[in-house]
Structure formats: C-alpha cells, structure tokens
C-alpha cells in the first residue's frame, strides 16, 4: 500500500519558518484532506491539523496547514527549539480503503 | 477526557500469538471508529487495522494474519496477533479517528518478535 511522500529532513534557523510538505494523490489527500501530526522522540504522536487547515484546541497559531491539489503542507512560524521533531502527514485513501501515512520528516531547529 | 491505555505487549517467538488490549475512556465506546497504528523501532508510522460498527480493515502487512475487535461491555478495543513476524516488532498505538485524521492516541505497548 503506498504512502504519502514527504522529505526526510528539514533543517531552519530559530526563530525563522520552515514548510514541510506531503504529496498523495487524488484518491487520499486530494480527495479526503491530510492531517499533520507532531511526535517527539519516545512519545506518541500528535495531531497538529486536521482536514488540510483545521487545529485542534490547544495547538498553537504558530502551526498552520494548507493544501494544493494533492500537495499537503505544513508551515510553522517563528521556530523554537520544542519544534524539533518528527512530523507525519496522514490521510485516507477512498480507493484502497486505507489510511496512509507519509515516511515523516525530522525538522531540525538550528 | 478522551483517554486510551494499551497493554499485552512482550516478547515473543516468531510464529506465536499475542494480544494487544486498549481501554478507553471519555466516550461513548459504540459510537467511535478505533484503530491500530505501529511503528517498528527508528521507522515511521504504519496503519494497521480499523474498527467502526460492523467493519474491519486491515493493512496489507497483516491481513489473515491479525484480527480487530472490541468489547462494548468493557469499553475495550482488541488486536489478536497470530503467526507474528520479526518485522511486526514495533510500539503498537491505539489511535482513534475523527475528522480525518487520528485525533487520539495512546502511549503506546512494545511488541518485540524474537527468538
């Protein structure tokens, strides 16, 4: 079952943006929306966003997500170093009857 | 509060069984989709299996192999794991969606396959 295609790693500057993306295609993210998903080393993950731009209660504004077509994205402001992670899109595929998940992608805050 | 808490986890023989318990709380048990999510060790997220009312779906990775199931009675979502592979070791999460997307996890129980 494929997954979504993320890069492995993004390295930014504190205090600058970084934007993280997650290409599916039109059965999963183009079609149903990707949400995003924060996990710290030795912790479960969390949701960031839902539906392509959607945060749930609690998740800073700092963390804003959008979609293109099949391009999901994921923009975080004003970096600190608790940014640090790995980030994960996921999504359903209506044609296959599966979630997906991208491979993930460790932001690093230099 | 919404709240998942998984056990059953251990080591275990290539070719053996194990079952994986997740207890809920917070919700109506009933009327919420649940599911399973693992990640092998230094590796990325893998969706494993579904539950929402009378459906099942399943990885290609463990189909025939595991079984979802759930507990109404006691608000427990199930994983039986038979004939497990070493590439089956991995932290198994209980998650449930909503909106799209896994809004809910637990923490987490190891499963290591190993002789």
């Known amino acids: 079952q494929a997954g979504l295609t993320q890069p492995p790693s993004v390295s930014m500057g504190l205090r600058q943006t970084a934007t993280l993306t997650c290409t599916g295609n039109s059965n999963n993210v183009g079609n149903h929306g990707a949400a995003w998903l924060q996990q710290h080393q030795g912790h479960p993950p969390k949701l960031l966003s839902y539906?392509?731009?959607n945060r749930p209660s609690g998740i800073s504004e700092r963390f804003s997500a959008s979609r293109s077509g099949n391009t999901a994205s994921l923009t975080i402001t004003g970096l600190q170093p608790e940014d640090e992670a790995d980030y994960y899109c996921s999504a359903w595929d209506s044609s296959l009857s599966v979630w997906v998940f991208g491979g993930g992608t460790k932001l690093t805050v230099l | 509060e919404e709240q998942l808490l998984e056990s059953g986890g251990g080591l275990v023989q290539p070719g053996g069984s194990l079952r994986l318990s997740c207890a809920t709380s917070g919700f109506t048990f009933s009327n919420f989709a649940l599911s399973w999510v693992r990640q092998a060790p230094g590796k990325g997220l893998e969706w494993v299996s579904t539950?929402?009312?009378?459906?099942?779906w399943y990885a290609d990775s463990v189909k025939g192999r595991f079984t979802i199931s759930r507990d109404s009675s006691k608000n427990t979502l199930y994983l039986q794991m038979n004939s497990l592979r070493a590439e089956d070791t991995a932290v198994y999460y209980c998650?449930?969606?909503?909106?799209?997307?896994?809004?809910?996890w637990g923490q987490g129980t190891m499963v290591s396959v190993s002789s």
């Open positions: 539950s929402s009312g009378g459906n099942r």
């Open positions: 539906r392509n731009d």
């Open positions: 998650t449930k969606p909503g909106n799209d997307a896994f809004e809910i």
